[in-house]
């Protein structure tokens, strides 16, 4: 068993040169030198009825490192193939945490976004940029003038597609005295994502190699693992916490309008980040209706049950690699109905009380955690 997890963590974490050169050897995720970020981990575990696993690895990196390849010291052939991107992210859209607020009250103070003034603003063209930016693979403005043609040759004059049949709709809409936001995909914009790599071996508990991982990673990355059984999967030697509804609380400038990163992160600390929560876990069949990727509906019928822990872990922290073991455990819903809570409170309104009260627990602390 231990030689079936060491290979697995090879052929995650190691990488190297294609035509070794007179530099220093590639490995951990490193290559001629330069390390390349890792960003965050997503793993598909599927436990066998034959005691082999297969894990479906996909690994996204920042930086450039063009000429590294995997290079895999094994001691037996495994069997290895590739998978897609899109199933990852399939499984991710299906089970991933979904927040139901209460209703908004009067007090909520909702903040606009800021309209920071460009140094193109009032350029002399009649145009004025209210604010410019990115957003994920996007470059973006915000941009306003009371003559429609001026700001029609502002917007083809900065490579946004304008066409003839739009050009009414834009005095329509300066008429109005709205403004735009124009959108469009930054330069070299591309998926930094490494075409997953799937591997079959034997073993019956899904293991993270984590500690070959630490040497690229980034502080607080994130680890999504879905393992598919016929039982939910539990940590064995990591914490397994939860996370109470009641520290959730609006926040504008998250991805998903809450601080739940925020709880997760002093959650996981408390546990010196070896701790994953559980975020979905029920019968397969509950998602399948859901699901138009070919493997996820594959896997979602031949698994009768699916599970998703979810971590943050910093390099330093990667000191031990998680393994699971299936339980009959309840389920655990994705949906936190918040719809009940004070409202005040979850919509941060003046004079209430915003602190979050997350406590060690060490019931969900395995026997030999150190």
Not at 135 to 143: E, L, M
Not at 319 to 326: A, K, N
């Amino acid at each position: 068993m231990k030689r079936m997890r060491w290979l697995l963590a090879a052929m995650i974490g190691l990488m190297g040169l294609v035509g070794v050169q007179a530099v220093t050897a590639c490995g951990g995720l490193f290559c001629q030198n330069t390390p390349v970020d890792q960003q965050a981990e997503r793993i598909i575990f599927t436990v066998n009825k034959n005691d082999t696993i297969t894990a479906y690895v996909q690994i996204n990196y920042t930086g450039e490192a063009p000429d590294f390849s995997w290079v895999v010291p094994v001691p037996s052939v495994p069997k290895v193939d590739v998978a897609e991107i899109a199933s990852f992210n399939e499984l991710s859209n299906l089970t991933a945490p979904i927040f139901m607020p209460p209703l908004m009250p009067s007090c909520a103070a909702i903040p606009m976004p800021a309209m920071a003034m460009s140094d193109s603003a009032g350029s002399g063209d009649g145009v004025q940029v209210l604010a410019s930016g990115t957003a994920g693979p996007y470059a973006y403005d915000v941009v306003t003038s009371p003559e429609p043609m001026e700001l029609i040759t502002w917007l083809r004059k900065n490579k946004y597609r304008i066409t003839e049949e739009m050009e009414p709709l834009i005095k329509v809409y300066t008429d109005e005295g709205l403004i735009f936001l124009a959108m469009k995909l930054q330069p070299n914009e591309g998926t930094q994502d490494i075409q997953p790599v799937v591997m079959t071996y034997k073993g019956v508990h899904p293991m993270i190699p984590l500690r070959l991982t630490a040497v690229a990673a980034n502080p607080n990355m994130n680890v999504i693992t879905w393992i598919l059984a016929d039982k939910q999967a539990v940590p064995t030697n990591y914490a397994h916490p939860t996370i109470d509804n009641q520290n959730i609380r609006y926040n504008f400038g998250s991805s998903d309008g809450t601080n739940y990163i925020q709880v997760v992160d002093q959650t996981v600390d408390l546990y010196h980040g070896r701790a994953f929560i559980t975020e979905y876990a029920g019968a397969s069949e509950k998602l399948a209706a859901s699901a138009n990727d070919k493997l996820v509906k594959q896997l979602l019928a031949d698994y009768p049950y699916i599970t998703r822990v979810f971590g943050r872990i910093s390099p330093e922290e990667m000191t031990v690699d998680p393994t699971f073991d299936l339980k009959d455990a309840p389920d655990v819903s994705n949906i936190h109905d918040l719809s009940k809570m004070d409202d005040k409170t979850f919509w941060a309104c003046p004079d209430t009380d915003q602190t979050i009260k997350v406590e060690y627990d060490p019931n969900v602390v395995p026997q030999g955690f150190k």
